[in-house]
């Protein structure tokens, strides 16, 4: 018989975290360096990939930059983050010595940028029920959030209470759908590249410029093939996770660590977690399915999200995005 005098709590498992100016961000980030991207305005012609994080982030860049490269995706785990400068992790003056071409990844609401009207934005929006799914995984990769051992029913309770790094999923989202008719801003939902990822890379490339869609389709689409190929989940899952294993799983080396004070205070954390048990769990780039929230989420957990949605975009016509989309 159990002993009715002691009352048993489960006590809800989170990630750690740091709060910087009101943001709560990854544990590894750094005031100096987290301001300094806030503060970070493009240049002329610059391009930014903004997302959410887990809504199509690393696909996205690697289509940019594979189209910019006319074919040629990055070959090496050093050509591959010096090419894609993650802007809130990285010094200003880094960003500034990107090789060229390349763009720059960012995951700040468009209320936290310093807005260039000469600088191209693309942003890419996925539907919360399958982001939600996606960033539980993502979390539970990296050790520094302390989280390895996390369940998704832990995660989902902080995902709609906007308790989960880069705040809130659809204040964030909102802070760029409002801007999607700019004239140098691009809104892409990651359902409609899955669904037509050739239509995809054409837009964006048209886009960017004139003539490098020209070019994709030029010569019985040759390059557009090309593209294609490199930019693949099945390529990808055989570069990129490579090049985020090398760099962000146990260990980080030296040399990395020398150039970023994120990196120097993210390998101090990893040791940390890691003398607590946590090691990476999985890949970096997991499935890039559309539609695993139908699945993950039980029935309760999708009447609840369905309420969130409906009271944070009560005035908006944002989840329209989707209408087309069986998610």
Not at 33 to 47: H, L
Not at 288 to 299: C, D, R, W, Y
Not at 309 to 316: C, G, L, P
Request: aromatic share 12%; hydrophobic share 35%; charged share 25%.
């Amino acid at each position: 018989m159990p002993n009715c005098d002691i009352l048993c709590i489960k006590m809800a498992k989170k990630p750690t975290y740091t709060v910087i100016d009101g943001m709560r961000l990854p544990p590894s980030f750094v005031p100096e360096v987290f301001r300094a991207a806030c503060n970070f305005k493009p240049d002329k012609g610059e391009v930014v990939v903004a997302t959410y994080p887990k809504c199509g982030t690393t696909w996205t860049l690697q289509m940019v930059v594979t189209i910019l490269r006319k074919g040629r995706p990055p070959q090496t785990k050093d050509e591959y983050f010096a090419c894609m400068p993650f802007l809130e992790i990285t010094p200003p003056e880094q960003v500034k010595q990107m090789p060229k071409p390349g763009c720059i990844k960012a995951h700040l609401p468009f209320d936290r940028i310093t807005y260039s009207p000469e600088a191209k934005y693309i942003y890419v929006a996925r539907h919360p029920a399958d982001c939600v799914v996606s960033y539980f995984h993502h979390t539970r990769y990296f050790p520094v959030y302390q989280f390895t051992d996390g369940s998704f029913d832990d995660f989902f309770e902080l995902f709609i209470d906007d308790g989960v790094d880069f705040g809130d999923y659809f204040d964030h989202l909102l802070s760029w759908y409002e801007q999607r008719h700019l004239p140098n801003v691009l809104l892409l939902t990651y359902e409609s590249m899955k669904a037509d990822p050739k239509a995809a890379i054409v837009k964006i490339a048209r886009f960017l410029d004139e003539e490098l869609a020209d070019e994709l389709l030029a010569d019985e689409e040759a390059l557009l093939e090309d593209v294609l190929k490199y930019t693949s989940l099945d390529y990808m899952k055989g570069s990129v996770n490579g090049f985020y294993a090398e760099v962000f799983s146990g260990s980080t080396p030296k040399e990395v660590q020398e150039h970023s004070a994120v990196m120097t205070k993210y390998a101090g954390l990893v040791e940390e977690a890691m003398s607590k048990g946590h090691t990476t769990k999985g890949n970096f780039i997991r499935k890039g399915e559309v539609g695993e929230g139908k699945i993950a989420l039980t029935e309760d957990q999708k009447n609840r999200l369905d309420a969130r949605i409906r009271e944070k975009t009560a005035h908006s016509d944002v989840m329209d995005l989707w209408k087309n989309f069986s998610i």
